[in-house]
Structure formats: C-alpha cells, structure tokens
T-cell receptor, first 111, second 114 residues
Framework: GENVEQHPSTLSVQEGDSAVIKCTYS??????FPWYKQELGKGPQLIID?????GEKKDQRIAVTLNKTAKHFSLHITETQPEDSAVYFC??????????FGAGTTVTVRA | DAGVIQSPRHEVTEMGQEVTLRCKPI?????LFWYRQTMMRGLELLIY????????DSGMPEDRFSAKMPNASFSTLKIQPSEPRDSAVYFC????????????FGEGSRLTVL
C-alpha cells in the first residue's frame, strides 16, 4: 500500500516567517494529495489539495507544490500567524477516498 | 448543517467491556469513514462505506472490531471485547461525491480502556 513520510515532526517559527512541510509518497499511481489541519480537540480539516495534473496551487497564504517525478509534495505557509499553530497532515491517494496520512507536523508560531 | 456528529466524546471503560461509538454523517453525503488516531500509528483508516455498504474494511485491526451503517444517517463502530491497546481517538468522517474527495471529520471519540 501507499506509504507517506512527513518532515519535520515539529516546527517552530516566528510570527510573520514562512513554514514549509515536506512529504514523500511511495505509490507512483497516487494522484490526489490533500493537506489537513488539526487543532487541539478537533478533527482534521482540509486546507488545500492538489491533483497530479497540477504542479502548484495557491490559496491566500498557503500553497502546495508537487513533484511527481521525485514523488514529493510540500506545504508552504507564508506570513505565519498565531492561529496557524496546529498539527498539519499530508495525505496521498490513488482514489480520492482512501487516503494514507503522514505522521503529522506540529507547527508552533511564536508571537 | 451541524457537521459530522460523534458520540460519546469521551469513553472510559475497563478491559473486556463492549464499546460502541456512534456517528451521524452530514446529510446528503454518501461516503462514511472510520479512522483511528494514536501517537504511535497516526491516522489509520479502519473502514469506509459508500451508500451504506462497506467498501473496504482492510484496516479493521481484528475480529473484535465491527462497523455497521444501517441507514444513510447513522453508523456504529463496536469493539468487543475491548483491550487497553484500543485506547485512541476514533474519528468518523463523511464525504459526498460532489466534494471531490474532501473529508469532513467529526470531533472524535476519545476512548480509554483501563
């Protein structure tokens, strides 16, 4: 099955700086790559996703890039704010619904 | 819509007892998923349903776990008998085909088996 590795496991950034989280996947047939944000005591929530026919996607301060050849994708958060502090999960799937999640990155934004 | 509703939010039980977790998906969604989250193993897909029919239960750890979806608005995940290693947060999520893959998660049921 699909194996998704995510780095780093923790990330501390100064407010206003950028944060980057990287993931690699093993199944070359995977074609859907979402990112979820999980706040304390809540369920994960989709923040952005990308499909394999696109190399980059941006939504305000967040962006995702995909390198299919290298089988890795990244989440970029610019101008970080305290409310960006959370656990972020990457995921990959060859079918939209059967997701394999990375282990998660705990992001802390220091004021 | 109220979102995906799970109950109970917290459950503490003793080893050997039966545990039933409940989920109400978002109205109109035709996919329902059960995930388990632990520090050691992260988020694991246990089973998912489409139109109330189980499609893939390969993630169900063993026969002690069972899941049902008797209708479009209700699903249960049952553990019988429970063991301490079943302690985790169990999430239910739902999705509709129009959402192109986005999962909507509930707030989870935190299970502690003593």
């Amino acid at each position: 099955g699909e194996n998704v590795e995510q780095h780093p496991s923790t990330l501390s950034v100064q407010e206003g700086d950028s944060a980057v989280i990287k993931c690699t996947y093993s199944d070359s047939a995977s074609n859907y790559f979402p990112w979820y944000k999980q706040e304390l005591g809540k369920g994960p929530q989709l923040i952005i996703d990308i499909r394999s026919n696109v190399g980059e996607k941006k939504d305000q301060r967040i962006a995702v890039t995909l390198n299919k050849t290298a089988k890795h994708f990244s989440l970029h958060i610019t101008e970080t704010q305290p409310e960006d502090s959370a656990v972020y999960f990457c995921a990959a799937s060859r079918e939209d619904y059967k997701l394999s999640f990375g282990a998660g990155t705990t992001v802390t934004v220091r004021a | 819509d109220a979102g995906v509703i799970q109950s109970p939010r917290h459950e503490v039980t003793e080893m050997g007892q039966e545990v039933t977790l409940r989920c109400k998906p978002i109205s109109g969604h035709d996919y329902l998923f059960w995930y388990r989250q632990t520090m050691m193993r992260g988020l694991e897909l246990l089973i998912y349903f489409n139109n109330n029919v189980p499609i893939d239960d390969s993630g169900m750890p063993e026969d002690r776990f069972s899941a049902k979806m008797p209708n479009a608005s209700f699903s249960t995940l049952k553990i019988q008998p429970s063991e301490p290693r079943d302690s985790a947060v169990y999430f239910c999520a739902s999705s509709g085909t129009e959402n192109t893959g986005e999962l909507f998660f509930g707030e989870g049921s935190r299970l502690t088996v003593l």
